[in-house]
């Protein structure tokens, strides 16, 4: 039976954060890695793709994306992209940046990403920022956990 990935990272965490010498490095071949995994994902969402957004999720991933409640494993994830590409997210258009990526340990990091949402019709535009989990298993970084959150537009915005 394989850890639950919120405890596998709360471990690493925990280990990160008793070591003196801080977080180790994040080679550069892991960082590209890690950044083609996001890529992956953005593109994979453009299409309305939810096999290849599922496909880069770990098989015992679970995600929580704002209202709704939380999917767990590869096949829930992509039942329910599936759903949305043909509801609510139908024809959204997603930007998306990748903040900060932290390694906590060598086969463990978390990667904070921003992202918006557009649509013209019916109008959608909206925000958010995510934290997702990334183990290396069999030598390839894969998401674990996920967890979106939309932020609020801010003072000034021309957005409706």
């Known amino acids: ?41 953005d593109e994979a969402f453009a299409r309305g793709d939810a096999s290849g957004v599922a496909a880069t999720y770990a098989e015992d991933a679970d995600i929580v994306r704002p209202g709704q409640p939380a999917v767990v494993g590869r096949a829930g994830v992509e039942s329910f992209y599936r759903e949305m590409f043909g509801g609510a997210m139908k024809g959204v258009r997603k930007g998306g940046t990748i903040d900060r990526i932290r390694l906590v340990t060598p086969a463990v990091a978390v990667v904070d990403s921003s992202y918006t949402l557009d649509r013209d019709a019916p109008p959608l535009h909206a925000r958010g920022a995510s934290i997702t989990v990334m183990e290396k298993r069999k030598g390839h970084w894969t998401a674990v956990l996920s967890r979106s959150y939309r932020l609020p537009e801010s003072a000034g915005s021309t957005r409706p």
């Open 1 to 41: 039976m394989r850890p639950n990935p919120l405890v596998v990272f709360l471990v690493a965490l925990a280990a990160a954060s008793a070591s003196a010498e801080g977080p180790p490095s994040l080679p550069a071949d892991d960082e590209a890695a890690i950044r083609s995994h996001f890529t992956a994902f």
